[in-house]
């Protein structure tokens, strides 16, 4: 352990970016966390304790430092540029040479996409040009069409990735609909979004309790697989959850498509009646559905809400004013 402190510490005094998301370094002297490339003056050995998660460094009471911004910046630049090589190339395979020609290695990267999606780039770039394909068959272009253009060299090839990938083959693909999702940051740390053609179905922080639980229901319920991918709901969603922790924006304007009971879906209604800035109860909720002995169902409810911020069940607290049940952490509540 000592040995790994070590090697930590050196990467913070070296600020070495390919050590950005790995640890998160919490200065005793300050009660802030940083991450490894922070511009800060650097904290003493023995002032400095190491995270893997920057809500292990919340949990342990450090807050975010100012000029790092940890919970923003958690993906390296390495990172970021990776994704926008996808991004700028959705048809094209990038290879691990061509990452090299970028000056990006192909192992860091592997690694921090099987820590922190759960897949590895590769998989992550082909969700994202079967997402491409998805949509290009969707507007009525043929199979084989599709098929070369994102890159197959043989139609069985494209045939069996899309089918592994989307649980149905590419001639069928005009009549359904699929959950793309992507991961962006926020000050509070990183989130998951995830939308349909109809809109954003979940809105999470990465590290909610039962989000592996959230996917599989949200994917019952629609009857849509979820892949990599990003449409006009998620680009809006990432413009207007930043202007409203810049404080530039009080309300949202973005579609949502939110499963549920009729008496989920009123409470979710509820729960958007809430002025910014404003605090309510559940037995206060309870009580404007016409359902004041409700208050326990109104509380599961707000539970199982899978859309963070936009839906603000973070607003909504205890009849005694104590902060309780927050998927995202009390820590994020009380912010």
Aim: aromatic share 12%; proline share 4%; hydrophobic share 35%.
């Amino acid at each position: 352990m000592l040995n790994q402190k070590k090697i930590y510490y050196k990467a913070l005094l070296e600020k070495d970016e390919s050590y950005v998301g790995v640890f998160y370094a919490g200065v005793k002297t300050t009660s802030v966390f940083c991450i490894a490339t922070c511009r800060a003056r650097k904290p003493k050995f023995e002032n400095v304790e190491f995270f893997s998660s920057f809500k292990s460094a919340l949990d342990a009471g450090y807050r975010p430092c100012k000029i790092c911004r940890p919970t923003e910046n958690a993906a390296p630049g390495a990172i970021i540029k990776a994704i926008s090589l996808i991004s700028n190339n959705p048809k094209n395979k990038i290879t691990d040479y061509q990452l090299r020609q970028n000056q990006l290695s192909p192992e860091i990267i592997r690694r921090w996409f099987k820590k922190h999606y759960g897949i590895t780039f590769h998989a992550y770039q082909r969700m994202y040009r079967i997402n491409n394909a998805f949509q290009e068959l969707k507007s009525g272009k043929n199979v084989i069409n599709t098929a070369m253009d994102s890159g197959y060299n043989s139609l069985s090839g494209f045939g069996y990735t899309y089918k592994k990938i989307m649980k149905k083959s590419p001639s069928t693909s005009n009549q359904q609909d699929i959950i793309l999702i992507d991961r962006f940051t926020t000050p509070l740390g990183p989130m998951f979004v995830c939308a349909t053609s109809l809109g954003v179905c979940l809105l999470e922080f990465v590290d909610r309790r039962m989000l592996e639980t959230e996917f599989e229901q949200l994917q019952s319920l629609l009857k849509m697989k979820i892949i990599f991918g990003e449409n006009e709901h998620i680009k809006q969603t990432k413009v207007q959850i930043a202007e409203y922790f810049k404080g530039t924006r009080k309300d949202f304007t973005i579609a949502l498509h939110t499963p549920g009971t009729l008496f989920q879906q009123t409470v979710w209604d509820c729960l958007k009646q809430i002025p910014y800035g404003e605090l309510t109860t559940y037995k206060k909720q309870a009580q404007k559905i016409n359902k004041p002995q409700a208050i326990r169902a109104v509380a599961s409810a707000n539970g199982y809400n899978r859309v963070a911020i936009i839906i603000p069940c973070h607003r909504v607290i205890g009849t005694n004013g104590e902060l309780i049940g927050y998927g995202g952490g009390l820590e994020r509540k009380n912010g």
